[in-house]
């Protein structure tokens, strides 16, 4: 546990400073080149994420789970993720580069997107680097290399600031930051042992097909995500809105904090997962860990968010304080499902993390229309809180969760498949 919680604060620590910096770089455009050159900054960005997302068709996470299960077979599985995401990533590209020639978009627009999704897809490499780095229990090389972006990054902020006035040479040199960060955690990789090997397509082909329900797991928790905003857009008022936004805030950091964890758990999940007694009882332990680290945080969160949303955003925002408080009391069924996904991937069972996720979207897009309609912000705070907990009883009544502790040591495979293609 304690190694798990030295990975965890490595990870987290080094995600955070990026999305510190990424947020400064939007700041940055607006202020300097205007609202309408964020706009379409932001508009670009959030296209070239969505389609990241669903090219990388769960490739990161299931890298993570098959590699720490078989570090031996560090290349072979390396080079078989690689082509796959090479292959989707180009597909998803070129998709967009239609959509962005129907739209007719203007020659400036262009060089933007070009830029921004470059660097987007970059991005996905790297945490597909990540990934098989956490996965050979290397988390502190990571925030290292990711502290060495974010160092860049600083430096190109700061210089944009005060000397730099083309939007394209700025993107370029973020570009070139991604690219840094790239060969680092390529060259880390290296370092480890992981070269570049022949592999067979049957083998692409079975790691494609053992990563598809996981990436869809995580297609319908990002489009759950962006319900609870989209369905209040179309009951409510801009200014219930904002007030919902406010209060989402903290929250949206706590998601990312659970996605984090759970790479970080899967990895020490997939190294015990041949032996079903063995990850029980480690699994048993990161439960106890999450509850006892949870309730006083949750508690904490849940009294104190009216204050700090007014310390954040002024007075002004004093209604979003009871949405906030309330959607606080979602944290430790957040980080549950986190781990209850975490070991259905370690276990090779992806599908059922799938099913609950899309029975938790379609509950969740009911109680939005339902509770979001009668009570406005208030009501959408209800239902996250309501999802979140209909998932973790969903994912209770799970045969496979272990609750009691385990006296045979079963040693079962689960991936029979998968190391008959690797011994081929």
């Known amino acids: 546990m304690q ?17 510190l910096a990424g947020f400064a770089v939007a700041v940055l455009v607006g202020r300097v ?6 706009g379409v900054y932001a508009a670009i960005l959030a296209v070239a994420t969505l389609a990241e997302r669903l090219a990388d068709n769960g490739l990161e ?3 993570i789970a098959i590699v720490s299960a078989h570090p031996e077979n560090l290349n072979r599985i390396g080079t078989s993720l690689y082509i796959n995401k ?3 990533s180009t597909m998803a590209i070129g998709i967009l580069a239609g959509f962005g020639w129907i739209s007719g978009m203007s020659r400036a627009s262009w060089v933007m997107a070009t830029i921004l999704t470059l660097r987007t897809f970059l991005y996905s490499y790297c945490r597909l680097n990540s990934g098989l780095l956490k996965a050979l229990g290397r988390s502190p090389q990571i925030a290292k290399i990711q502290f060495v972006h974010f160092v860049m990054l600083c430096g190109i902020i700061s210089y944009a600031f005060t000397k730099v006035n083309n939007l394209s040479f700025l993107l370029l040199c973020l570009l070139v930051a991604q690219l840094s960060e790239f060969l680092l955690s390529l060259f880390m990789l290296r370092h480890y042992g992981a070269r570049v090997t022949q592999v067979s397509l049957r083998l692409c ?13 995580y297609t319908v928790s990002t489009l759950m995500l962006r319900a609870d905003v989209l369905v209040l857009s179309v009951l409510a008022s801009a200014s219930v809105l904002g007030t919902f936004s406010a209060a989402d805030t903290g929250l949206i950091m706590v998601y990312v904090i659970a996605w984090l964890f759970s790479g970080v758990l899967l990895a020490d999940l997939g190294a015990v997962a041949a032996n079903k007694a063995e990850l029980d009882s480690h699994f048993r332990k990161c439960i106890s860990v999450i509850l006892r680290f ?4 949750t508690v904490a969160a849940t ?9 954040l955003y002024g007075r002004q925002f004093s209604s979003a304080g009871a949405p906030a408080a309330i959607a606080a009391l979602a944290i430790p069924f957040i980080l549950l499902n986190a781990a209850f996904l975490s070991r259905a991937v370690a276990r ?9 996720y899309s029975m938790g979207a379609v509950f969740s897009l009911l109680l939005n229309f339902l509770l979001g309609w009668r009570y406005g912000a208030m009501g959408i705070a209800i239902s996250i809180v309501l999802r979140e907990i209909a998932m973790t009883v969903a994912f209770l009544g799970w045969k496979e969760i272990p609750w009691s502790n385990a006296t045979a040591t079963e040693s079962v495979d689960t991936n029979t498949n998968l190391v008959e293609l690797l011994n081929a």
Do not use: Q
């Open 348 to 356: 090779n069972s992806a599908s059922t993390c799938l099913a609950v």
């Open 33 to 38: 080149y205007g609202a309408v050159v964020l």
């Open 3 to 19: 190694k798990l919680s030295s990975n965890l604060v490595y990870v987290i620590g080094g995600e955070m400073l990026l999305r």
């Open 205 to 217: 082909w079975d790691l494609a097909k053992r990563s598809t329900p996981i990436g869809l797991t």
């Open 61 to 63: 996470t299931s890298g």
């Open 294 to 297: 949870c309730l006083p945080v």
């Open 86 to 88: 090479t292959v989707l």
């Open 303 to 311: 009294v104190f968010a009216p204050s700090f949303i007014r310390l």
